[in-house]
């Protein structure tokens, strides 16, 4: 199963999709930086959500933003038996502007 996360780190905005559908259970973290996120509700939310021991995430965002989400996901991810992939895909870079 695939979790993609698309970060807009201008807009302050992210959704989330599992295998490209739109979903609303991680709400509570779409409009908040991603530096500030609860890391460990985040966790729970997958388990609640996903009672897998595998899990592929693809995070679509600035690559500054998928090494913040990285280390902490990694921090909280250390406490579960889950086997987290992380996939990147780039679609903004820092000369990007906001309309």
Request: hydrophobic share 35%; aromatic share 14%.
């Amino acid at each position: 199963m695939t979790l993609k996360i698309i970060y807009n780190p201008f807009r302050i905005h992210s959704d989330f999709f599992i295998d490209e559908l739109r979903i609303d259970n991680f709400e509570s973290f779409s409009k908040k930086r991603i530096q500030d996120w609860d890391y460990l509700s985040f966790s729970e939310t997958l388990n609640d959500r996903f009672n897998l021991k595998e899990l592929e995430i693809v995070f679509v965002g600035r690559k500054i933003d998928v090494e913040d989400f990285k280390y902490h996901l990694i921090q909280v991810g250390q406490k579960n038996k889950r086997d987290v992939t992380i996939r990147h895909k780039e679609n903004f870079d820092n000369k990007t502007v906001v309309k």
